[in-house]
């Protein structure tokens, strides 16, 4: 993917952290930790298991655990199917819905985002999503930042509803199929 | 709702909404231009994708029924408001607490009403709604729905409902504490219900927000209802994104909403039972008649721009808000509806076509319902100018009156007062209407002939400026022709819905020489409007920079000059650049003026229609030429011309405001003071 970058991500607030091996993934895990203390919901999806499979104290979605401990997480972990350069987006294909939970209903989203999956913009995202397929996953979440809102006054707030804080943690490509459960 | 006029004039008074109501709008309008340049083609996408999807919207509807089913979600297509609150009464656990995200098709079906009667309770989860719905007030914005609400009324609201009464006035703490009372009623609720950004042919429900309440909205609950309007649908899942992509970007000025959902089905192992309810309620009907209206994606730019929103807010539209709202409600509920809601208060400057991203043309649209009225209900005074400005006789007469009333100070006393119609009283220039058939050599060497459009109330008030534009052309090497025909083009009957009087004499304009045009809104009207001179007709400012300006010989010395462009011009005729060039040629210095994009408020005879409104755009304007500094002020429209003087003189300003050709011409003559 030449010619592709992740400024855009930043530009939307997502924290953007480069993981080449286990011991960077220590590294932005104890970052992230120190700032959001709280239970870890997992989604357990083909990049997430690669990289936190050796972790304890975590809770994996859903087979530790489904809606209520995701309701209960500080910290919720999912893979992300692609990411768009251009407006910065993180997208999510899934089938079974626990995905768009585990992004949403926690303080902190970390997307794990295989780097041989950013694509330009929605356009080729879609084309690289019906390859080979022949209907589209049931639930495309597409996230461009942490949740905000400009009701009071105009005025730009982060963390309404959805998480006060996205992380993308660009982790080494990843073969397979894009939907992740 | 209180009777239009009163509501207008209590909206006028309320000086905090509008300050909170620009507040909010202005971080938009500056965002909007930036964002866009990245997605040219957006827009052209978008307006096509809507008219192909309501060109064969049965058929896509039924295309749409059958894939959604096959995927796994409830379908039923309901004919109107009462059918759609039917199936979702019939479908829902009794005393459900139901979370809602925004939806302006919900509010029009008055399915929250019906919900709570039947013994539900419902929760507004969009933060604006939510304010709204504790304060118990209507939205004022299709996506900033508490708009006019400032940040102390919220507090208070806050502090009283959710027993916070330590709370501060910050954005930040207010939305952290609306937040930690929300949650529990999200994870709590048993029934859901959204719209719909679009519905694909393909069996797709696309959504796009900021909260990430949609999102909740969808996914808690066991039963989720999207309640989306059939206009709604298009082809395909690609058209369905360009339109969030295009709501977003020209709704906020953000490249792409913060979260998009798309649902091509029920989550498999979690998730609620998806119901769709496609909503007719008279729109296939309504399309057959005008399908343009009901291209709109609800995205609020047209809002965003609008004189007459900035200043009414809510007041101006019903269930439905704006121009746009207001011609759907012409079309699904009828004439009267819509009269009362403000058809007539579109001020027609144009500004929300370029700023739509479907490019509905809704000046011109109303235009056109407003000419169905049986009877035109336009006050006395408008009528009698409508009347005199097809009587060449009555003009000349008129003129006498009004040089009269500005020589005995009465036109100055009446301005300084300011509040009624009565209270706009032009004064012309000095000069006699132009001779008919008269022609003006062009200085050595000539490059060719051209008309001058003469015209109605320009011909008999403004004579003077019609003089100075054919020095111009003449001092550009143009022999300019007067017509044998002087006539009114059209523009200010159409504005009020009325049908021109008599058939224009356009053959008097014979040949294929060039029709130059002094005002904006009859450039506007006649190059829009179909007529046999359309092709000809080009405003002096285009025309002189299409065939090169020769600039005086001896330039006005760096005189600070502050320039307002008519809506007509700029947005009607996209012409912005080159009344700036010409006079920056002649010498003058153009200096910034704060919201200089903002309309005068003349808008043909709508000062003699809204006066109060019209008054505060005048004063408005003036007042914003009075902050860039400059003695000298310009215009190209003499709409623009009288209502402008006339705010300057409300404020007793001591700005001198001139044609665009005078001021030209002045640089010709070397006499510029």
Same mark, same amino acid.
């Given at each position: 993917?030449?010619?592709?970058?992740?400024?855009?991500?930043?530009?939307?607030?997502?924290?953007?952290?480069?993981?080449?091996?286990?011991?960077?993934?220590?590294?932005?895990?104890?970052?992230?930790?120190?700032?959001?203390?709280?239970?870890?919901?997992?989604?357990?999806?083909?990049?997430?298991?690669?990289?936190?499979?050796?972790?304890?104290?975590?809770?994996?979605?859903?087979?530790?655990?489904?809606?209520?401990?995701?309701?209960?997480?500080?910290?919720?972990?999912?893979?992300?199917?692609?990411?768009?350069?251009?407006?910065?987006?993180?997208?999510?294909?899934?089938?079974?819905?626990?995905?768009?939970?585990?992004?949403?209903?926690?303080?902190?989203?970390?997307?794990?985002?295989?780097?041989?999956?950013?694509?330009?913009?929605?356009?080729?995202?879609?084309?690289?999503?019906?390859?080979?397929?022949?209907?589209?996953?049931?639930?495309?979440?597409?996230?461009?930042?942490?949740?905000?809102?400009?009701?009071?006054?105009?005025?730009?707030?982060?963390?309404?509803?959805?998480?006060?804080?996205?992380?993308?943690?660009?982790?080494?490509?990843?073969?397979?199929?894009?939907?992740?459960? | 709702?209180?009777?239009?006029?009163?509501?207008?004039?209590?909206?006028?008074?309320?000086?905090?909404?509008?300050?909170?109501?620009?507040?909010?709008?202005?971080?938009?309008?500056?965002?909007?231009?930036?964002?866009?340049? %990245?997605?040219?083609?957006?827009?052209?996408?978008?307006?096509?994708?809507?008219?192909?999807?309501?060109?064969?919207?049965?058929?896509?509807?039924?295309?749409?029924?059958?894939?959604?089913?096959?995927?796994?979600?409830?379908?039923?297509?309901?004919?109107?408001?009462?059918?759609?609150?039917?199936?979702?009464?019939?479908?829902?656990?009794?005393?459900?607490?139901?979370?809602?995200?925004?939806?302006?098709?919900?509010?029009?079906?008055?399915?929250?009403?019906?919900?709570?009667?039947?013994?539900?309770?419902?929760?507004?989860?969009?933060?604006?709604?939510?304010?709204?719905?504790?304060?118990?007030?209507?939205?004022?914005?299709?996506?900033?729905?508490?708009?006019?609400?400032?940040?102390?009324?919220?507090?208070?609201?806050?502090?009283?409902?959710?027993?916070?009464?330590?709370?501060?006035?910050?954005?930040?703490?207010?939305?952290?504490?609306?937040?930690?009372?929300?949650?529990?009623?999200?994870?709590?609720?048993?029934?859901?219900?959204?719209?719909?950004?679009?519905?694909?042919?393909?069996?797709?429900?696309?959504?796009?927000?900021?909260?990430?309440?949609?999102?909740?909205?969808?996914?808690?609950?066991?039963?989720?209802? /999207?309640?989306?309007?059939?206009?709604?649908?298009?082809?395909?899942?690609?058209?369905?994104?360009?339109?969030?992509?295009?709501?977003?970007?020209?709704?906020?000025?953000?490249?792409?909403?913060?979260?998009?959902?798309?649902?091509?089905?029920?989550?498999?192992?979690?998730?609620?039972?998806?119901?769709?309810?496609?909503?007719?309620?008279?729109?296939?009907?309504?399309?057959?008649?005008?399908?343009?209206?009901?291209?709109?994606?609800?995205?609020?730019?047209?809002?965003?721009?609008?004189? /007459?929103?900035?200043?009414?807010?809510?007041?101006?539209?019903?269930?439905?808000?704006?121009?746009?709202?207001?011609?759907?409600?012409?079309?699904?509920?009828?004439?009267?509806?819509?009269?009362?809601?403000?058809?007539?208060?579109?001020?027609?400057?144009?500004?929300?076509?370029?700023?739509?991203? /479907?490019?509905?043309?809704?000046?011109?649209?109303?235009?056109?319902?407003?000419?169905?009225?049986?009877?035109?209900?336009?006050?006395?005074?408008?009528?009698?100018?409508?009347?005199? /400005?097809?009587?060449?006789?009555?003009?000349?007469?008129?003129?006498?009156?009004?040089?009269?009333?500005?020589?005995?100070?009465?036109?100055?006393?009446?301005?300084?007062?300011?509040?009624?119609?009565?209270?706009?009283?032009?004064?012309?220039?000095?000069?006699?209407?132009?001779?008919?058939?008269?022609?003006?050599?062009?200085?050595?060497?000539?490059?060719?002939?051209?008309?001058?459009?003469?015209?109605?109330?320009?011909?008999?008030?403004?004579?003077?400026?019609?003089?100075?534009?054919?020095?111009?052309?003449?001092?550009?090497?143009?022999?300019?022709?007067?017509?044998?025909?002087?006539?009114?083009?059209?523009?200010?009957?159409?504005?009020?819905?009325?049908?021109?009087?008599?058939?224009?004499?356009?053959?008097?304009?014979?040949?294929?020489?060039?029709?130059?045009?002094?005002?904006?809104?009859?450039?506007?009207?006649?190059?829009?409007?179909?007529?046999?001179?359309?092709?000809?007709?080009?405003?002096?400012?285009?025309?002189?920079?299409?065939?090169?300006?020769?600039?005086?010989?001896?330039?006005?010395?760096?005189?600070?000059?502050?320039?307002?462009?008519?809506?007509?011009?700029?947005?009607?005729?996209?012409?912005?650049?080159?009344?700036?060039?010409?006079?920056?040629?002649?010498?003058?210095?153009?200096?910034?003026?704060?919201?200089?994009?903002?309309?005068?408020?003349?808008?043909?005879?709508?000062?003699?229609?809204?006066?109060?409104?019209?008054?505060?755009?005048?004063?408005?304007?003036?007042?914003?030429?009075?902050?860039?500094?400059?003695?000298? %002020?310009?215009?190209?429209?003499?709409?623009?011309?009288?209502?402008?003087?006339?705010?300057?003189?409300?404020?007793?300003?001591?700005?001198?405001?001139?044609?665009?050709?005078?001021?030209?011409?002045?640089?010709?003559?070397?006499?510029?003071?």
């Amino acid at each position: 993917m030449t010619g592709l970058g992740w400024e855009s991500f930043a530009k939307k607030g997502i924290t953007v952290r480069h993981i080449d091996s286990p011991v960077d993934f220590l590294k932005a895990w104890n970052v992230l930790l120190e700032t959001h203390f709280g239970p870890v919901a997992v989604l357990n999806d083909p990049i997430s298991a690669t990289w936190l499979d050796l972790y304890e104290n975590i809770c994996w979605i859903p087979d530790d655990g489904g809606r209520a401990e995701i309701l209960r997480a500080q910290v919720g972990f999912t893979g992300a199917s692609l990411a768009l350069a251009d407006t910065g987006t993180l997208v999510l294909a899934e089938d079974s819905g626990f995905a768009r939970l585990v992004s949403n209903m926690v303080s902190c989203h970390v997307a794990l985002v295989p780097e041989n999956r950013l694509v330009a913009n929605w356009q080729t995202a879609l084309q690289r999503l019906d390859q080979g397929r022949s209907h589209r996953p049931r639930i495309l979440s597409f996230i461009s930042g942490p949740s905000q809102t400009a009701d009071i006054q105009g005025q730009l707030v982060r963390g309404m509803h959805g998480p006060t804080a996205v992380e993308a943690w660009i982790v080494p490509a990843v073969e397979g199929p894009l939907t992740l459960t | 709702m209180p009777d239009l006029h009163d509501r207008v004039r209590r909206a006028l008074l309320d000086d905090t909404a509008r300050e909170a109501r620009r507040h909010g709008t202005q971080p938009i309008r500056e965002r909007v231009p930036r964002a866009l340049p %990245a997605y040219p083609e957006l827009q052209s996408r978008v307006r096509r994708s809507k008219e192909r999807a309501l060109d064969s919207l049965e058929e896509l509807l039924d295309q749409a029924g059958a894939r959604l089913m096959s995927h796994g979600f409830h379908v039923y297509r309901a004919v109107d408001a009462a059918a759609a609150r039917d199936y979702i009464l019939s479908h829902m656990p009794q005393s459900s607490l139901v979370i809602k995200s925004k939806s302006n098709l919900a509010k029009e079906i008055h399915l929250p009403d019906a919900l709570r009667e039947a013994g539900h309770r419902v929760i507004e989860t969009d933060l604006g709604d939510h304010i709204n719905q504790l304060m118990g007030r209507q939205s004022g914005h299709v996506l900033m729905p508490a708009i006019g609400v400032t940040i102390e009324e919220i507090q208070k609201t806050f502090q009283e409902q959710f027993h916070e009464p330590d709370l501060k006035p910050r954005p930040e703490d207010l939305v952290a504490s609306a937040r930690r009372h929300l949650r529990p009623l999200l994870e709590e609720a048993g029934v859901g219900i959204s719209g719909a950004n679009a519905v694909t042919a393909t069996g797709e429900i696309v959504l796009m927000e900021n909260e990430g309440n949609i999102r909740a909205v969808t996914s808690l609950p066991d039963v989720h209802f /999207v309640v989306a309007a059939v206009t709604k649908v298009v082809e395909s899942l690609e058209d369905a994104l360009s339109v969030v992509q295009a709501a977003s970007l020209y709704g906020i000025g953000q490249d792409f909403g913060n979260y998009c959902t798309v649902l091509s089905g029920p989550g498999r192992d979690i998730g609620p039972d998806v119901h769709v309810v496609l909503v007719d309620d008279g729109r296939v009907k309504a399309i057959l008649d005008e399908p343009e209206p009901f291209y709109c994606i609800n995205c609020g730019s047209c809002l965003n721009v609008c004189p /007459v929103y900035a200043e009414l807010g809510e007041a101006y539209g019903g269930e439905r808000l704006g121009g746009i709202g207001v011609m759907q409600t012409f079309l699904l509920n009828g004439e009267e509806r819509a009269l009362h809601d403000g058809l007539d208060l579109c001020l027609g400057c144009q500004r929300c076509v370029p700023a739509c991203p /479907v490019k509905i043309d809704t000046p011109a649209i109303t235009n056109r319902l407003k000419a169905r009225r049986r009877t035109i209900p336009t006050g006395p005074l408008r009528q009698r100018f409508l009347r005199l /400005v097809h009587s060449p006789v009555d003009l000349k007469r008129s003129r006498w009156a009004l040089s009269a009333a500005a020589t005995l100070g009465i036109a100055a006393r009446w301005h300084r007062r300011g509040r009624k119609a009565e209270d706009f009283i032009p004064v012309p220039t000095s000069h006699q209407p132009l001779p008919a058939g008269r022609v003006y050599p062009g200085a050595e060497p000539i490059r060719g002939s051209v008309w001058i459009f003469p015209g109605c109330v320009m011909d008999a008030w403004y004579s003077g400026v019609h003089q100075d534009t054919i020095r111009v052309l003449n001092a550009n090497g143009y022999t300019v022709r007067v017509p044998q025909q002087k006539f009114c083009c059209g523009a200010l009957d159409a504005h009020a819905g009325a049908t021109p009087l008599g058939s224009p004499s356009w053959d008097t304009f014979s040949g294929n020489d060039p029709i130059i045009l002094n005002s904006a809104g009859c450039g506007a009207y006649l190059t829009q409007h179909p007529n046999p001179l359309s092709d000809r007709v080009e405003d002096l400012t285009a025309f002189l920079t299409r065939v090169g300006f020769r600039a005086p010989p001896k330039p006005v010395s760096g005189t600070p000059l502050a320039y307002h462009n008519p809506c007509h011009l700029a947005y009607a005729q996209q012409i912005a650049e080159e009344p700036r060039q010409l006079l920056a040629m002649a010498g003058y210095h153009l200096v910034d003026v704060p919201a200089g994009e903002a309309c005068c408020g003349s808008a043909g005879t709508y000062n003699l229609e809204f006066p109060e409104l019209a008054w505060n755009l005048a004063r408005r304007k003036a007042a914003d030429l009075g902050a860039s500094g400059a003695a000298l %002020a310009c215009t190209a429209n003499p709409g623009c011309l009288m209502q402008i003087r006339a705010g300057l003189e409300s404020l007793g300003s001591n700005i001198r405001l001139e044609h665009i050709a005078t001021l030209l011409a002045h640089a010709y003559a070397g006499d510029v003071s």
